[in-house]
């Protein structure tokens, strides 16, 4: 059986960046611990939420969005994943689409792990012709499903949503609730060390 291995280039969060040479079944880890980076970065939704003011030019607009939009990055992923998920309960044909999809992957995923060959019927599909197969059905239903509009639509108001909290949401307060936390994570690391 042939190792595959590929290249990923990974940003993280905190814009440092991972070269990683890896086989597919390392993926999963990899994305899991992008996965908790994510989730730890995080911030309170009562912060986010939190209170909103007019930018005083459009040159301070800019700098909020700057700052705000590495500093809430996590929670407008979580905004994205939301409108998609939306998106796909909401139609149909992206249901379908997304079932097609991840029933071909799964065929794919488990006859790759065993290396045995796919009967169906008269016809035998060996995992490499079931792999292309799998690639093919998935291009051709999100061709003939609005897949590709609603990534896009998604991504669009992602993008909306997003520039618009950052700018409306004063850099003060996103400072000053990020002291707090330093602040209180060095009182609790004191407090661990004197006890």
């Not at 440092?16 to 989730?39: G, H, I």
């Not at 009562?46 to 969005?65: C, H, Q, T, W, Y």
Request: hydrophobic share 45%.
């Amino acid at each position: 059986r042939a190792c595959i291995t590929m290249q990923l280039r990974i940003t993280l969060v905190n814009t440092t960046a991972v070269d990683c040479s890896m086989d597919p079944s390392n993926l999963t880890v990899q994305l899991r611990e992008e996965l908790e980076t994510l989730r730890s970065n995080l911030r309170p939704w009562g912060v986010f939420f939190g209170n909103f003011a007019k930018p005083a030019s459009a040159d301070e607009a800019l700098r909020r969005i700057k700052s705000n939009g590495m500093y809430f990055l996590s929670n407008y992923l979580i905004i994205h994943v939301v409108l998609v998920i939306y998106c796909i309960v909401t139609s149909l044909a992206l249901l379908v689409s997304c079932a097609i999809t991840s029933g071909a992957a799964y065929l794919y995923n488990r006859h790759q792990k065993t290396g045995q060959p796919l009967r169906i019927g008269g016809l035998t599909l060996t995992p490499a012709q079931l792999g292309a197969a799998s690639g093919a059905l998935s291009l051709i239903s999100m061709f003939l499903f609005p897949m590709g509009s609603t990534v896009l639509w998604a991504i669009g108001a992602t993008v909306l949503i997003s520039a618009a909290h950052a700018a409306f949401t004063p850099v003060s307060r996103v400072t000053a609730v990020k002291r707090e936390v330093q602040m209180s994570s060095i009182v609790q690391e004191v407090e661990s060390h004197l006890n």
